[in-house]
């Protein structure tokens, strides 16, 4: 394990020297009371651990490393941080950390698991964090807020010997942080939806191609009736159109038109489709205030766009889509689903970024993630009128997304 730095700390591997101040640190009153299963009494105990904690053979698979927080300023050992397993949690990889007493109120501990965050997500690649707090540490409890946590529920847990109520806290990886000392007020700038891919287009493919993004869109593909007849379909937020291929693939004489606002997303569209421009009815619009003909589609498809959406706008748009359809036709959705905590997250990620905007975000007018559950998601379309509503896959979008099909 490499050392971190920061503007005032190095997290790094404990030497045996570090030994006096471990055992310090954890006996301070605050430390010791929170965290009582940890407290080493004396020097000789905290060589023992320091000696255990660099010889044991950690899974190279699962992070679990225990860092040293080391104070620039004097070269001190304030305190711990790392993350780990915890059994209590199901193996979920936790975050811990701690700081003598005398150091509190100074923000070490968040500069610390900033920079303990970045290293899980970005160096051990984790996708999730949890955290459990007991309800009266207020101090830590903000650490954990200020860090992006969100709070999930209250949970008794077997600790030092004993069955404790803990809070508990999850955070996701949401976005790619530059460095150690990442700032969550300014990891996203707010971009107009259609600026925003015009921007990426020529990138787009291989964006949404990368991972398991190929055999995403097979799978909306093989969604589709396989038929012979010249079917209507409307697909909204197309973008360079990737998914087209693959519902040609089981009904060769569909129909298509696009509909997309961004006008470099519909001309790749056109280019990496050269010989099916008759089946192609191209339509540079928002499909959030676009006129939509009435009963004019048999199927309409949207992939990897509603989560861009809050729920009530998400309605109004379904409803346009619904009296879109044919009777007895469908509307299939792919999309960005998570869990409820992620949800909340999210939610709190989108005003953070449009927390400065001159005005309140218009429906769909900035490019700003804010996917709901699976759950919700097939609540609202029932609301919009669809009279059932009915999961095809659960399984996309490396297992943050589903596809939906909702009939008319």
């Not at 394990?1 to 020297?17: A, C, D, G, H, N």
């Not at 003909?293 to 379904?318: C, F, R």
């Not at 999210?346 to 559950?373: F, M, V, W």
């Not at 009915?390 to 909702?406: F, M, P, S, V």
Request: proline share 5%; net charge negative.
């Amino acid at each position: 394990m490499e050392r971190i730095e920061t503007k005032r700390l190095i997290l790094r591997p404990f030497v045996e020297s570090d030994a006096a101040d471990a055992s310090y640190n954890s006996k301070t009153p605050i430390v010791s009371h929170f965290m009582s299963d940890m407290v080493l009494e004396s020097e000789a105990a905290a060589l023992g651990w320091i000696r255990w904690l660099n010889n044991e053979k950690f899974s190279t698979d699962i992070p679990c490393v225990v860092l040293a927080i080391e104070l620039k300023l004097n070269g001190k050992c304030i305190g711990l941080i790392g993350v780990a397993p915890k059994r209590e949690l199901g193996g979920e990889i936790e975050i811990l950390f701690s700081i003598a007493d005398e150091y509190h109120s100074s923000g070490y501990a968040t500069e610390a698991g900033k920079a303990m965050i970045w290293w899980a997500f970005v160096k051990a690649g984790q996708e999730v964090l949890s955290a459990i707090v007991k309800p009266e540490n207020k101090a830590s409890r903000r650490v954990i807020e200020k860090l992006g946590f969100v709070f999930g529920d209250t949970r008794i847990l077997p600790y030092d010997g004993h069955d404790c109520e803990f809070d508990y806290f999850r955070l996701y990886c949401t976005d790619d942080l530059p460095g150690p000392e990442w700032d969550i007020h300014s990891l996203y700038r707010p971009e107009p939806m259609g600026a925003f891919f015009d921007a990426r287009s020529d990138i787009y493919n291989d964006k949404m191609l990368s991972g398991s993004g190929l055999e995403d869109y097979k799978k909306l593909g093989a969604c589709f009736p396989k038929t012979d007849r010249a079917l209507n379909i409307l697909d909204i937020g197309c973008g360079t159109g990737i998914e087209l291929d693959y519902i040609w693939e089981q009904a060769p004489n569909a129909h298509i038109a696009c509909v997309d606002v961004s006008r470099g997303m519909l001309d790749l569209l056109l280019d990496d489709h050269p010989g099916s421009h008759d089946k192609i009815t191209i339509i540079e619009a928002s499909y959030i205030d676009w006129a939509y003909p009435q009963s004019a589609y048999d199927i309409v498809v949207s992939n990897m766009t509603m989560h861009h959406l809050w729920p009530d706008e998400k309605v109004g748009v379904y409803r346009k889509i619904r009296n879109a359809i044919k009777p007895g036709g469908c509307y299939m959705e792919g999309d960005f689903m998570v869990d409820a905590l992620a949800v909340k997250q999210y939610r709190q990620r989108y005003e953070i970024i449009t927390a400065n905007l001159p005005d309140k975000a218009a429906p769909g007018e900035y490019h700003i993630d804010i996917p709901c559950s699976v759950e919700t998601q097939m609540e609202l379309l029932r609301n919009a009128g669809f009279g059932s509503v009915e999961i095809l896959c659960e399984d996309i979008n490396r297992g943050n997304g589903a596809i939906l099909l909702a009939r008319k």
